[in-house]
């Protein structure tokens, strides 16, 4: 029980790690990548119906 519960851990700080990389690259606060064409396609399937 106890080598799992450290493996768990380990496998927290690595993705911790990761995310933090990801944090002060900038990467993590980057917007979605869609095209307009993209964007105008998924507004027109989810515009609320009048």
Do not use: C, N, T, V
Request: aromatic content about 10%.
């Amino acid at each position: 029980m106890i080598r799992g519960m450290l493996q768990f851990i380990e496998a927290e700080r690595r993705w911790l790690g990761d995310l933090l990389d990801a944090a002060r690259s900038g990467e993590l606060f980057a917007g979605p990548k869609w095209s307009h064409e993209e964007i105008e396609a998924y507004l027109s399937r989810h515009a609320p119906e009048k």
